[in-house]
């Protein structure tokens, strides 16, 4: 039987990639070394990271700003350890939910100078920045949260509240 | 078949990019402003289906984002068609037609200035023996124009004239985005893109969306003075393979109006989606639009073109015509895919 | 005008696997296609209308494919769609198609979900690099291993329950010939034995990457009347989507997935799932999602869906089977994989499921989900017309 054949057709396609408004907030916050949340005058949730300068809630655009600090809980997480294409991390690492204090959602990112075998969720994390001089519109500019120092908070706490109202 | 109308239209306004904004901060304020000039409660709204496309936005799961736009919480009924939102009304329609819920919320966006949308397009076609060969949007479109010059008395100044009154008419158009007069020879002398089309002939760049709340029976009539009745819809594919159908009859358009009632009576306004001036005048054809009929008052998809939007659009602008008293019976058409390879047809009512 | 009574005359499926290198992308449908429409004894030009569903066109490198397909499902000259909503499209397709025969548009659709998933690359096509942002999430499982754990801790539930998945599934799919694994050695030890990917998931306790199609006709009451075989009779369909970033949502519990279940539950009469409900098809790509959703779905009270999973109760032979097609772990086209929940109820009710077959299964619940947890189709189907009664 003749082999299967096979057609290889390399596509590239190239696009300019628009963060939006609410985004762009959030990463030129990044540059300047702070991580900026906006409260939506509806429910007066503060969303932080997400981007779409919406309020998924209530439908209209969240436009007050609010200035986060860089210390929050691990709210849940799962060790990776599977390869990719692109990682430019080593496996295993930490992928985690993080609750920043005063934010009403959690931002995504990883989490180092821990063992993985040591993360756990009410964990508290800080944030590891870029020295200043290097700091860009990115996530990047955030190199990785690691442990806060302080003793862990009470998780079942830290979800009832991060769930009220919905 | 349960009556069912157009109550509201809302589109933002077409440019050529919106590098400031991402495609959930252009829908936002059309959704709200739709269901907010429709006077349909929120809650009654029981149904919601937009129109999009992952690879017009460079990314999987564009449609998601829309979710993050209009309120939906408690939970929604909601689907998607990665298709223009022209598809999503229709799929909106049928489910008024059981009887069960009264009104739905229907929207369509993209942006087309993030890629090459004629290179995008392209993806559109047969993977093993089309696109590898890259037949962009714009060839494959004058392949169409240049059997039909060929083969019909059509001509380049027609073609031209297409375009000169479709920019013309945009001036009236607060939400168009290639607009002003044009002289016919003044164009004709341009150079070719892709011959035989000229820049001209070709719909601009948009980035946009739009929406739109249908309502039924009862419902329709206590929000909105005069409803634009959909008296009739219906939507035809004809072969991808372009050696397969006659590129110069839109055979799907004919089929499409024929079952949504659109001959029945005269046509006031028809607003046609054709991106290409050539694809009007075949459009024009099929669809045997005499005389007394406006087409694309708007200035159509060569004033504004924003691809999974557009088709919605031209719902839209027929419907704002109804309900404005400018017209008592509009046709309005949408298509998806290389020259005009799929067609819907709309036929609306004043009461 | 009202609802018209809509039942599932044919079903068929393709031969899933990793790679079906044998076939085109025309091809594959096919396969399906023409099976449904043999089971429903059936030709092409008894269709009046196709309703095609598949997940992001970045699975296969082709932009908005039903255009290039239109030939191959016979799609000329009639209506066409396609729906796109995330991983649960499979369902709502599904569901899509049967609003056209309820609301009396059409008296035949035939719908096709698919993935040629092999043709890209999935683990890209599901979150390639967006600019600004770190790529954390290295599959499906990351995002999904976050919640497993937050379940785990809510419902003190033992470490072994999602191996008792991974195994039961594979196990009835032994009995599949379309499934794509066949793990005739698998067992809770080569469960634990593979390595985790992201914890607490471990490689055997995920879903497979397959290419395949699954297709179904559809027709009102008069010509199902005429069928050669069983109809299965579509007592309801509901879909149901939640926003991905909402401050307040619970992934472990969606309010989306509650509330879709209540809907299709209130059309079919179903005030008591357990009881009820004979056998279950529930979109379950890593295991642990199994004792989710049973409390999703109201089979078990929150917290104490595993205790069905270790009683036995989902098992083949269980009193409430759950995936004895070997659900979503043995075969994930994604595309089609909600469409194979929703035929495989409709296979169980019409008694055509062959040795996965659950024996008097009269009533039969298809389930699929996608997104973020968010996108939630559901239909219940049954051996019986509504007004005859259970």
Redesign the interface.
């Given at each position: 039987m003749a082999e299967?054949m096979?057609?290889t057709?390399p596509?590239r396609?190239?696009?300019?990639?628009?963060?939006?408004?609410?985004?762009?907030r959030f990463?030129r916050g990044l540059e300047r070394g702070k991580i900026l949340g906006e409260r939506c005058h509806v429910?007066h949730?503060?969303?932080v990271g997400?981007?779409?300068?919406?309020?998924?809630?209530?439908?209209?655009?969240t436009e007050e700003v609010v200035e986060l600090p860089d210390v929050g809980t691990i709210?849940?997480?799962?060790?990776?350890?599977?390869?990719?294409?692109?990682?430019?991390v080593e496996i295993?690492y930490v992928?985690?939910?993080i609750l920043l204090d005063g934010a009403?959602?959690p931002l995504?990112?990883?989490i180092q100078e821990v063992n993985?075998e040591d993360v756990r969720?009410g964990m508290r994390v800080r944030a590891e920045w870029l020295p200043e001089a290097e700091r860009i519109?990115?996530?990047?500019t955030i190199k990785y949260f690691k442990p806060a120092g302080e003793p862990d908070a009470p998780i079942d706490e830290v979800?009832k509240r991060?769930?009220?109202?919905? | 078949m349960r009556d069912v109308a157009v109550v509201s239209f809302a589109q933002a306004p077409s440019r050529r990019r919106v590098p400031e904004q991402n495609e959930v901060e252009i829908l936002m304020p059309v959704v709200a402003e739709a269901v907010e000039k429709s006077g349909v409660p929120r809650d009654k709204i029981g149904f919601t289906c937009s129109g999009s496309c992952d690879y017009l936005a460079g990314q999987p799961f564009a449609f998601v984002w829309g979710l993050e736009a209009i309120a939906a919480w408690p939970p929604i009924r909601e689907s998607h068609v990665e298709m223009d939102g022209a598809w999503a009304l229709y799929e909106a329609w049928v489910l008024l037609q059981e009887g069960e819920i009264d009104a739905a919320l229907v929207y369509g966006f993209g942006k087309s200035s993030p890629g090459s949308i004629r290179d995008v397009l392209a993806m559109q076609l047969d993977p093993y023996y089309y696109a590898p060969m890259w037949p962009d949007a714009v060839s494959l479109a004058a392949l169409q124009a240049r059997a039909l010059l060929e083969s019909t008395d059509h001509t380049e100044r027609e073609m031209a004239e297409v375009a000169a009154r479709s920019r013309r008419d945009a001036k009236a158009n607060p939400n168009a985005q290639v607009t002003g007069d044009f002289d016919v020879d003044q164009i004709l002398s341009d150079p070719y893109i892709v011959s035989p089309l000229r820049k001209h002939d070709c719909a601009p760049i948009s980035d946009g969306a739009a929406a739109v709340v249908i309502a039924a029976g009862d419902l329709a009539r206590s929000v909105s003075e005069r409803p634009a009745w959909i008296r009739g819809i219906d939507h035809r594919v004809e072969p991808h393979s372009l050696g397969a159908r006659d590129l110069t009859a839109s055979v799907s358009t004919a089929v499409a109006a024929e079952r949504a009632g659109a001959l029945n009576d005269k046509i006031d306004v028809a607003e046609l989606l054709a991106p290409f001036t050539h694809q009007e005048l075949i459009l024009r054809d099929s669809l045997n639009l005499k005389n007394g009929s406006a087409i694309n008052p708007s200035g159509g998809a060569l004033a504004a073109n924003p691809v999974m939007a557009a088709g919605l659009i031209r719902i839209g602008e027929a419907a704002a015509r109804i309900t404005s008293g400018a017209a008592d019976r509009a046709l309005a058409h949408a298509t998806s895919g290389p020259c005009l390879q799929q067609n819907l047809v709309c036929v609306l009512e004043g009461e | 005008m009202s609802k018209q009574l809509t039942a599932v005359v044919g079903i068929g499926q393709t031969k899933h696997d990793t790679k079906r290198d044998d076939v085109s992308i025309a091809g594959l449908v096919r396969e399906a296609a023409v099976r449904a429409l043999e089971d429903a004894d059936m030709t092409w030009s008894d269709i009046d209308a196709v309703v095609v569903g598949k997940a992001p066109d970045m699975f296969e490198g082709v932009m908005m494919p039903e255009l290039y397909l239109a030939e191959a499902l016979g799609a000329v000259g009639k209506p066409l769609l396609r729906v796109h909503t995330a991983g649960s499209v499979g369902g709502s397709t599904a569901v899509v198609a049967a609003h056209l025969v309820q609301a009396g548009i059409h008296e035949r659709v035939l719908t096709v979900a698919f993935e040629k998933q092999s043709e890209s690359n999935a683990m890209w096509a599901l979150a390639p690099k967006i600019p600004f942002q770190p790529t954390l999430v290295a599959g499906a499982g990351g995002y999904f291993a976050p919640h497993i754990r937050e379940y785990i801790r809510r419902a003190n539930a033992p470490e072994h329950i999602g191996r008792e998945v991974a195994v039961k599934d594979r196990v009835s799919a032994l009995k599949n010939p379309y499934a794509h694994l066949h793990m005739p050695d698998i067992s809770m030890e080569t469960v634990l034995q593979s390595p985790i990917l992201w914890d607490p998931i471990r490689f055997l306790e995920c879903c497979p990457s397959s290419d395949g199609a699954c297709a179904m006709v559809m027709t009102n009451e008069r010509v199902a009347k005429s069928a050669s075989k069983p109809p299965a009779w579509i007592l309801g369909t509901a879909i149901r989507s939640e926003p991905l970033g909402m401050a307040g949502r619970d992934e472990v519990n969606p309010r989306a997935g509650l509330d879709c279940a209540k809907d299709v539950y209130e059309q079919a009469g179903i005030t008591d799932p357990r009881n009820q409900i004979d056998v279950v098809e529930m979109y379950v790509p890593f295991s642990w999602y199994e004792p989710m959703w049973l409390e999703n779905l109201g089979f078990a009270d929150e917290g104490t869906g595993w205790k069905l999973t270790d009683d036995g109760v989902t098992a083949l032979d269980g009193s409430l089977p759950v995936n004895p097609s070997g659900g979503v772990l043995s075969s994930n086209p994604i595309g089609a994989s909600g469409m194979l929940r929703f035929a495989e109820a409709a296979m169980q009710v019409r008694g055509t499921a062959g040795e996965h077959q659950v024996d008097g299964a009269r009533v039969a619940l298809g389930h699929a989900y996608g997104g973020g947890s968010q996108f939630f189709a559901m239909w219940v189907v049954s051996s019986t017309k509504p007004s005859e009664g259970p």
């Amino acid at each position: 039987m003749a082999e299967n054949m096979i057609v290889t057709m390399p596509i590239r396609l190239e696009y300019d990639y628009s963060p939006g408004a609410g985004r762009s907030r959030f990463l030129r916050g990044l540059e300047r070394g702070k991580i900026l949340g906006e409260r939506c005058h509806v429910c007066h949730k503060v969303y932080v990271g997400g981007g779409s300068g919406a309020c998924p809630r209530d439908g209209v655009p969240t436009e007050e700003v609010v200035e986060l600090p860089d210390v929050g809980t691990i709210t849940t997480f799962c060790v990776v350890n599977v390869p990719f294409a692109g990682a430019t991390v080593e496996i295993p690492y930490v992928s985690a939910s993080i609750l920043l204090d005063g934010a009403d959602i959690p931002l995504m990112h990883l989490i180092q100078e821990v063992n993985a075998e040591d993360v756990r969720m009410g964990m508290r994390v800080r944030a590891e920045w870029l020295p200043e001089a290097e700091r860009i519109p990115s996530m990047d500019t955030i190199k990785y949260f690691k442990p806060a120092g302080e003793p862990d908070a009470p998780i079942d706490e830290v979800l009832k509240r991060m769930r009220a109202d919905a | 078949m349960r009556d069912v109308a157009v109550v509201s239209f809302a589109q933002a306004p077409s440019r050529r990019r919106v590098p400031e904004q991402n495609e959930v901060e252009i829908l936002m304020p059309v959704v709200a402003e739709a269901v907010e000039k429709s006077g349909v409660p929120r809650d009654k709204i029981g149904f919601t289906c937009s129109g999009s496309c992952d690879y017009l936005a460079g990314q999987p799961f564009a449609f998601v984002w829309g979710l993050e736009a209009i309120a939906a919480w408690p939970p929604i009924r909601e689907s998607h068609v990665e298709m223009d939102g022209a598809w999503a009304l229709y799929e909106a329609w049928v489910l008024l037609q059981e009887g069960e819920i009264d009104a739905a919320l229907v929207y369509g966006f993209g942006k087309s200035s993030p890629g090459s949308i004629r290179d995008v397009l392209a993806m559109q076609l047969d993977p093993y023996y089309y696109a590898p060969m890259w037949p962009d949007a714009v060839s494959l479109a004058a392949l169409q124009a240049r059997a039909l010059l060929e083969s019909t008395d059509h001509t380049e100044r027609e073609m031209a004239e297409v375009a000169a009154r479709s920019r013309r008419d945009a001036k009236a158009n607060p939400n168009a985005q290639v607009t002003g007069d044009f002289d016919v020879d003044q164009i004709l002398s341009d150079p070719y893109i892709v011959s035989p089309l000229r820049k001209h002939d070709c719909a601009p760049i948009s980035d946009g969306a739009a929406a739109v709340v249908i309502a039924a029976g009862d419902l329709a009539r206590s929000v909105s003075e005069r409803p634009a009745w959909i008296r009739g819809i219906d939507h035809r594919v004809e072969p991808h393979s372009l050696g397969a159908r006659d590129l110069t009859a839109s055979v799907s358009t004919a089929v499409a109006a024929e079952r949504a009632g659109a001959l029945n009576d005269k046509i006031d306004v028809a607003e046609l989606l054709a991106p290409f001036t050539h694809q009007e005048l075949i459009l024009r054809d099929s669809l045997n639009l005499k005389n007394g009929s406006a087409i694309n008052p708007s200035g159509g998809a060569l004033a504004a073109n924003p691809v999974m939007a557009a088709g919605l659009i031209r719902i839209g602008e027929a419907a704002a015509r109804i309900t404005s008293g400018a017209a008592d019976r509009a046709l309005a058409h949408a298509t998806s895919g290389p020259c005009l390879q799929q067609n819907l047809v709309c036929v609306l009512e004043g009461e | 005008m009202s609802k018209q009574l809509t039942a599932v005359v044919g079903i068929g499926q393709t031969k899933h696997d990793t790679k079906r290198d044998d076939v085109s992308i025309a091809g594959l449908v096919r396969e399906a296609a023409v099976r449904a429409l043999e089971d429903a004894d059936m030709t092409w030009s008894d269709i009046d209308a196709v309703v095609v569903g598949k997940a992001p066109d970045m699975f296969e490198g082709v932009m908005m494919p039903e255009l290039y397909l239109a030939e191959a499902l016979g799609a000329v000259g009639k209506p066409l769609l396609r729906v796109h909503t995330a991983g649960s499209v499979g369902g709502s397709t599904a569901v899509v198609a049967a609003h056209l025969v309820q609301a009396g548009i059409h008296e035949r659709v035939l719908t096709v979900a698919f993935e040629k998933q092999s043709e890209s690359n999935a683990m890209w096509a599901l979150a390639p690099k967006i600019p600004f942002q770190p790529t954390l999430v290295a599959g499906a499982g990351g995002y999904f291993a976050p919640h497993i754990r937050e379940y785990i801790r809510r419902a003190n539930a033992p470490e072994h329950i999602g191996r008792e998945v991974a195994v039961k599934d594979r196990v009835s799919a032994l009995k599949n010939p379309y499934a794509h694994l066949h793990m005739p050695d698998i067992s809770m030890e080569t469960v634990l034995q593979s390595p985790i990917l992201w914890d607490p998931i471990r490689f055997l306790e995920c879903c497979p990457s397959s290419d395949g199609a699954c297709a179904m006709v559809m027709t009102n009451e008069r010509v199902a009347k005429s069928a050669s075989k069983p109809p299965a009779w579509i007592l309801g369909t509901a879909i149901r989507s939640e926003p991905l970033g909402m401050a307040g949502r619970d992934e472990v519990n969606p309010r989306a997935g509650l509330d879709c279940a209540k809907d299709v539950y209130e059309q079919a009469g179903i005030t008591d799932p357990r009881n009820q409900i004979d056998v279950v098809e529930m979109y379950v790509p890593f295991s642990w999602y199994e004792p989710m959703w049973l409390e999703n779905l109201g089979f078990a009270d929150e917290g104490t869906g595993w205790k069905l999973t270790d009683d036995g109760v989902t098992a083949l032979d269980g009193s409430l089977p759950v995936n004895p097609s070997g659900g979503v772990l043995s075969s994930n086209p994604i595309g089609a994989s909600g469409m194979l929940r929703f035929a495989e109820a409709a296979m169980q009710v019409r008694g055509t499921a062959g040795e996965h077959q659950v024996d008097g299964a009269r009533v039969a619940l298809g389930h699929a989900y996608g997104g973020g947890s968010q996108f939630f189709a559901m239909w219940v189907v049954s051996s019986t017309k509504p007004s005859e009664g259970p």
